[in-house]
């Protein structure tokens, strides 16, 4: 089995998904705790407006979807700030708007459109080496960020007003937190996809937080369950492969994955919590 | 006014207006807090006093007048200034320790992109110390119970190590022992620095304070806390108030509007 990481794309998928679990281990605890889920889900939908641009210019769809992904998280950003009311709206229709823009390019593009599907549901398997660069340059760009604005970022999160009376900066931080997840997302693309981006941004966290109770640790824990899913999910991806005589994506493996470690991970909690009880109950006869 | 003129003022309002909207919140509002005072803010729900709190620590702008803090606009000062909000936390699955918030007190401090010190924790450790609460720094924040919640939000006030503290209802989600335990520590903190705190608590108004500001849009008075007038009271509050007060007896305000039988 080992023989199989001498292959390059197997390689570069084993970079992509580490990469992937870093950045999703991060953000993702972020995206969690302040509660922009629904953000994340817009600026990811729209970033396919991003990826259709790209095969219509016959540039890099990843390179266009990065630019669509931060354009978004500016408007998303800047939406919520200004408007007293809440930017559900915007948000829906700058993912709907979004979409219509790579569906529209996508369809007028010359020629066929290779890979199309893999934006969409992710194939870690097809990730190209250029990808990976790419993906190295973001997750640096998050992990120097979080760690300088570490206490920052965990002020705003608690609580927004307290920030502001600490003298921080909180819209600036607020749009920089957002641009961090778009990048998060672009880096997730082509593990899981577009559409399932969310999951891997919720579900780690979401894990990670019912053995943790700090965020530096729901950090880690994140990390450390996304490495263990995506890579299974992309050896999983790759024997079925092998198995059928037929690309299976690895996305949807990985994200079942996920959710399989977080239900078991809920019931061993519950298991351990009501033997815990019995066990103190017991001591107090 | 059996105030001390010597001393310097650590908040000078000046003729402040605020509306939201079309809705007038604070007009003409006069007020001047000078060094080791400690000033209750009284008045009717909707009366204005968050609002002017939001004001003094430089959450919202005034629409009109001026207001000073520390001898500098409220923005300026947040390095030397604590302030205790409402029991307000929305998220009790939030993943922080107790420590974890006491020391966000720290950030004004610390300033942008700097990791707490050792001396960060040791301010942290010895806000935690005041407000008694040592037991809980590993706790989960959204564990904790209103009153003991309250009291990390003292700490992380005063971990700040303010010249001036603020509070907005401090004592509204403690229990009488605990709220009586707060107001001992004010009473320790108040030798050293200025306290602001709105309070409905009339008893601690008339036990506690150097002085008493009655909100209601405008302040009504601004005297020392043994001498709130009745008219007063009752034009603050719009209703006719009995306040009783001999010696040592705390004070009460009941509303005059029922009758005892």
């Known amino acids: 089995m080992l023989e199989v990481f001498r292959l390059e794309f197997m390689q570069n998928a084993l970079a992509a998904g580490l990469l992937a679990s870093i950045a999703c281990g991060i953000i993702g605890t972020y995206v969690v705790v302040k509660r922009i889920v629904f953000i994340s889900g817009g600026i990811s939908h729209t970033a396919y407006g991003g990826v259709g641009l790209g095969y219509l210019l016959g540039i890099s769809p990843l390179l266009g979807a990065t630019g669509f992904a931060l354009l978004a998280s500016v408007i998303i950003g800047i939406a919520g700030l200004r408007l007293k009311t809440s930017s559900d709206t915007i948000i829906g229709m700058i993912w709907a708007v979004g979409m219509a823009f790579g569906i529209l390019f996508v369809s007028m593009a010359p020629g066929a459109t290779p890979e199309l599907m893999t934006y969409l549901f992710g194939n870690v398997l097809m990730v190209p080496k250029s990808d990976v660069y790419l993906m190295v340059i973001l997750v640096m760009v998050i992990v120097v960020v979080v760690v300088s604005l570490y206490k920052e970022f965990f002020a705003v999160s608690f609580d927004e007003e307290y920030a502001a009376v600490l003298g921080l900066p909180v819209g600036s931080l607020y749009l920089i937190m957002l641009a961090l997840v778009a990048m998060t997302v672009i880096i997730l693309m082509r593990v899981v996809g577009i559409i399932m981006v969310i999951a891997l941004l919720t579900i780690p966290p979401a894990t990670a937080r019912l053995f943790v109770n700090r965020m530096v640790p729901m950090m880690v824990v994140s990390v450390i369950i996304g490495v263990v899913t995506t890579i299974s999910g992309l050896i999983s991806s790759y024997a079925l492969n092998e198995m059928l005589g037929k690309p299976v994506p690895s996305g949807p493996i990985i994200i079942l994955l996920t959710a399989l470690v977080f239900i078991l991970s809920l019931l061993s909690k519950k298991m351990f919590a009501g033997w815990y009880v019995v066990k103190e109950s017991n001591s107090n006869v | ?261």
């Open chain 2, 1 to 261: 006014m059996s105030k001390d003129e010597s001393k310097e003022p650590v908040v000078r309002i000046r003729d402040v207006d605020f509306s939201y909207g079309d809705r007038k919140v604070l007009w003409d509002v006069n007020l001047t807090v000078r060094e080791n005072e400690y000033l209750g803010i009284i008045g009717p729900n909707g009366g204005g006093k968050s609002t002017l709190l939001k004001i003094l620590v430089g959450l919202i702008k005034p629409d009109k007048g001026k207001v000073e803090v520390l001898g500098t606009a409220p923005k300026s000062a947040v390095s030397h200034l604590g302030y205790v909000p409402q029991e307000t936390l929305s998220d009790l699955d939030f993943p922080a320790t107790v420590l974890d918030v006491v020391l966000m007190g720290r950030t004004a401090r610390r300033g942008l992109f700097k990791r707490y010190s050792a001396l960060d924790r040791e301010k942290a450790d010895r806000a935690i110390e005041k407000v008694h609460i040592q037991d809980l720094v590993e706790r989960q924040i959204g564990e904790l119970s209103g009153g003991q919640r309250q009291r990390v939000y003292i700490a992380r006030a005063l971990a700040t190590e303010p010249r001036l503290l603020i509070l907005d209802e401090p004592t509204a989600a403690l229990d009488e022992n605990i709220g009586r335990s707060l107001y001992g520590l004010l009473d320790e903190l108040k030798k050293s620095i200025t306290v602001i705190m709105v309070t409905h608590d009339m008893s601690v108004i008339s036990r506690t304070v150097s002085s008493v500001a009655c909100l209601c849009g405008t302040v009504f008075s601004h005297g020392d806390g043994k001498t709130v007038d009745p008219d007063t009271l009752e034009k603050v509050y719009g209703c006719p108030i009995d306040l009783i007060a001999h010696g040592s007896v705390p004070h009460r305000v009941l509303s005059a509007h029922g009758r005892e039988g």
